[in-house]
């Protein structure tokens, strides 16, 4: 079974608002979790790092501000898209390495679908 | 720079075929980690594969088969007697040294149609 949930597995937003995206870690503690974009038919471009108890690392030219990302417990990462536009549409996923801290294979979650009108 | 390249967007088969996805990487480190995983249309990424950069020993897994070869920098896979549940997009992606472990750099993806 999955080892990592996304919720939700879609969602449609208004331009304008923001909208929260959850990542967690089923049956084992994620310090680490990373966050990916994937647009259609395309490959999936790292945003960023989340890092339990401090700030995330984000990868050049991704808004920290725009994508805002809390890794608040052991288990749980966030994503937020904040005032979304149209462009942020996209397929986002989230991933934790199979064992914490090494370049194991990471679990990845079923993926969030946005969709801003 | 690291980079992946999957050369073939998409390829069509017809059910128990032999299929290879091709994978080409770039690297400047010594130390690097190759994967595949399998994106089903549901959208979750099934992980395949890990091969470190230090073995080049080729693998089979049922009908499965990767060939390593650090000459040519490629990580192909073969899909043997190829089935309609094969049909995903696969990527290839690459991961740096153990310092620089969170860089995984994906290709572009291969979307693998089989056909009954």
């Known amino acids: 079974g999955a080892v990592v949930s996304q919720h939700p597995s879609w969602v449609i937003c208004k331009s304008g608002t923001s909208v929260k995206i959850e990542c967690r870690s089923l049956d084992f503690q994620a310090t680490t979790m990373f966050w990916y974009r994937q647009f259609p038919k395309q490959s999936l471009m790292l945003m960023a790092t989340s890092n339990e108890g401090s700030k995330a690392t984000y990868e050049q030219g991704v808004e920290k501000d725009k994508f805002l990302i809390n890794h608040a417990s052991l288990t749980l990462s966030t994503l937020t898209v904040t005032s979304a536009h149209p462009e942020d549409s996209s397929f986002y996923i989230c991933?934790?390495?199979?064992?914490?801290?090494?370049?194991?294979?990471?679990?990845f979650g079923n993926g969030t679908r946005l969709t801003v009108t | 720079a690291q980079k992946v390249t999957q050369a073939q967007t998409e390829i069509s088969v017809v059910e128990k075929e032999d299929v290879t996805l091709d994978c080409v990487y770039e690297t400047r480190d010594t130390t690097y980690y190759l994967f595949w995983y399998k994106q089903p249309p549901s959208g979750e990424l099934v992980f395949l594969i890990r091969?470190?950069?230090?073995?080049?020993q080729n693998e089979i897994s049922g009908r499965y088969s990767w060939n390593f070869q650090k000459s040519t920098s490629s990580f192909n896979f073969t899909i043997t007697a190829s089935q309609v549940v094969d049909s995903a997009v696969y990527f290839c992606?690459?991961?740096?040294?153990?310092?620089?472990?969170?860089?995984?750099?994906f290709g572009s993806g291969t979307k693998l149609n089989v056909k009954p």
């Open positions: 992606a690459l991961s740096g040294p153990t310092y620089n472990f969170n860089k995984f750099y």
């Open positions: 091969r470190n950069s230090f073995d080049e």
């Open positions: 991933s934790a390495p199979m064992i914490q801290g090494t370049n194991s294979p990471l679990h």
